[in-house]
């Protein structure tokens, strides 16, 4: 597996309160991915980063905002959670020598209940 | 919506039997992948097709690629149980950077 971590891995919040997920990498890619998979909708993409502090939307980036202060680590915060946002959420890092194209590798996922 | 769709949703078939799954899309792309998600667990990759190419070989597994139609198919031949999994197409586009996913299909391979 490539060397990608996510924590916490499973987390129950209330509905209103903030919270940050945290993906770590040990493979000094440059490119990072925020997606939440729920059933129906498959994988959606979240927030991406293309380098350190340079980050950009995804396609449902309503209500989360990310950081990203060290190539290893790129964060996920929900600023105020709200049951929609109870999810499957994973991190994904490609790698960024050349044109491309790139596969993605992703972390083993948080599964975040907001009740 | 952008998302590609796979068919079928779900398959179940036998150990030593192959799996045909499918993948259409609606835009133009530079490359197709296909990767695989074991319950519970995050995707892996398992192939990347660029667009002007047709077929492509990996182990047990082939993927074909027809642009004209905008589909792609992965056959899976001589199943195990151990490929029990739900199996997603996703296609590149654009700067290569980002990836549309499609539903996905769940694939039961039973002893």
């Known amino acids: 597996d490539a060397g990608i971590t996510q924590s916490p891995r499973h987390k129950v919040t209330e509905t209103g309160t903030p919270v940050t997920l945290r993906c770590h990498q040990t493979e000094n890619h440059r490119y990072m991915y925020w997606y939440r998979q729920d059933p129906g909708h498959g994988l959606r993409l979240i927030h991406y980063s293309y380098g350190v502090k340079d980050t950009d939307k995804g396609e449902v980036s309503d209500g989360y905002s990310v950081s990203r202060s060290k190539t290893e680590d790129f964060l996920l915060t929900l600023e105020s959670a709200t049951s929609s946002q109870t999810s499957v959420y994973f991190c994904?890092?490609?790698?960024?020598?050349?044109?491309?194209?790139?596969?993605?590798?992703f972390g083993p996922g948080t599964r975040l209940t907001v009740t | 919506s952008q998302q590609g769709e796979e068919d079928p949703q779900a398959l179940s078939i036998q150990e030593g039997e192959n799996a045909t799954m499918n993948c259409s899309y609606k835009t133009s792309i530079n490359n197709l992948q296909w990767y695989r998600q074991n319950s519970g667990r995050g995707l892996v990759h398992l192939i990347l097709i660029r667009s002007n190419e047709r077929e492509k070989h990996s182990g047990r597994l082939r993927v074909t690629l027809d642009t004209s139609k905008k589909s792609s198919s992965l056959l899976i031949t001589a199943s195990r149980a151990a490929d029990t999994a739900s199996y997603f197409c996703a296609r590149g586009a654009g700067n290569n950077r980002k990836l549309i996913w499609g539903l996905g299909t769940s694939l039961a391979v039973n002893p």
């Open positions: 994904a890092i490609s790698a960024s020598q050349g044109p491309g194209p790139y596969e993605q590798y």
